[in-house]
């Protein structure tokens, strides 16, 4: 027992002084190229969520100001010239706040998370509520989570509620000849129902074969299952870690197809492809794939996380549930895809999406965050 506790020890205080040296290192090294940026954005090094958000955000708001206030890096850059770091993503921040500096305004995500997630998001919560005196202002994307961290001790003057963004010109509403072809290119036909699924929702970056239950990857599979008893089915996957839905999926006898993506941009075309979309998770964020959708012109049916409540009006403009039960998931969908005027449906969420865009979003960084954090220096 000892020895394990002095190793345990060990391990954290050799992780600290390896967070130390590549803090101190990579000061040096900014230090000498003199970034001249204001704002720096910390953005995760796999090619995902939190990586897009930071791109995006950086992209427009120095379109938007025709210089270059704001920049992004995957490790804490800081020097003399960033008034502002924000970090994309509250693990991230959690992981390195010790070791910054005390001088500089810290915005930080936080996108999604309770404590009957996982004793080890219960221990995360709890030691970001401790960090909280060191940071300037903490943005979430949803009413939901916004609400959640006010119930926690969070003040209402310290955060605020801007949501995940979509690139309205990348994601639009494709003409039924394009879906035909899309559809003919992965192998599909024009009888099938095609089903989207794009969100990680396995363990880890690799196969994915333990399922990341959060995520509702089981939810997904036995939904899917009912909905292939009445109407032919095929299911559309892309990203990493998709193991468990696939090995799910084989064993019902479902046909689908995974796609593996080299850039964030390609998902758009496979939107293009489906009929359906369903978010079945426990817990989100956002997810992104809600305003993706809605953007794209695919039909959403959704659980009532994230941001789902603050863009879907069910009925109106996609489908919302209320509880984590497959049948309600599945009729809902049912009842999405039997309806003659889903164009009216498509045509209201395409437009009640648009506040989303990401030139929307990154005016509403600048606004509420940005401007007044670095003034306030």
């Known amino acids: 027992m000892i020895f394990h506790f002095k190793k345990k020890k060990f391990i954290k205080f050799t992780k600290n002084i390896l967070k130390l040296f590549l803090y101190r290192f990579n000061l040096l090294l900014n230090l000498r190229k003199a970034k001249k940026t204001e704002i720096i954005y910390i953005i995760e090094k796999e090619n995902w969520s939190i990586k897009w958000d930071g791109e995006y955000i950086s992209n427009k708001i120095n379109q938007q100001k025709k210089s270059p206030i704001i920049s992004t890096t995957e490790i804490p850059s800081i020097n003399s010239r960033h008034k502002l770091i924000h970090f994309g993503s509250q693990y991230m921040w959690i992981d ?6 005390k001088n500089k305004n810290y915005v930080v995500s936080f996108f999604h998370g309770k404590y009957s997630d996982s004793p080890a998001v219960t221990k995360h919560i709890d030691s970001f509520l401790k960090s909280q005196d ?29 949501p995940i963004g979509v690139d309205t010109n990348l994601f639009n509403i494709p003409k039924y000849e394009e879906k035909l072809r899309i559809r003919k290119e992965l192998g599909l036909h024009k009888n099938e129902i095609i089903i989207g699924s794009f969100q990680k929702d396995g363990q880890g970056w690799s196969e994915g074969n333990i399922p990341k239950n959060i995520k509702g990857p089981d939810l997904f599979v036995k939904s899917v299952e009912i909905i292939a008893r009445e109407l032919p089915v095929v299911v559309l996957l892309t990203g990493p870690a998709r193991g468990y839905v696939k090995s799910e999926l084989k064993k019902r006898k479902i046909k689908f197809v995974h796609i593996f993506v080299n850039s ?11 009929d359906l979309y369903i978010v079945s998770s426990r817990e989100e964020g956002g997810p992104k794939a809600i305003v993706e959708s809605m953007a794209s012109g695919v039909p ?16 109106h403009n996609g489908g919302l549930v209320e ?11 049912l009842e999405i895809l039997s309806k003659q005027d889903k164009d009216v449906m498509v045509n209201a969420a395409r437009k ?13 960084y600048w606004d509420k965050v940005y401007k007044r954090g670095i003034k306030n220096v």
């Open 134 to 162: 060191s940071i300037y202002k903490v943005t979430t994307a949803s009413s939901l989570v916004h609400s959640r961290l006010l119930n926690w001790g969070i003040p209402k003057s310290k955060l605020e509620i801007i």
């Open 300 to 315: 959403i049916v959704s659980t009532n996380v994230g941001m789902a409540k603050d863009f879907i009006v069910d009925g």
């Open 352 to 364: 009640d999406v648009m506040r989303a865009d990401w030139n929307n979003i990154a005016k509403m």
């Open 96 to 101: 390195w706040y010790e070791l910054l500096p």
């Open 323 to 333: 509880n984590f039960d497959p049948e309600e998931i599945a009729k809902k969908s």
């Open 264 to 274: 964030y941009k390609e998902i758009a075309s496979f939107y293009n492809a489906l």
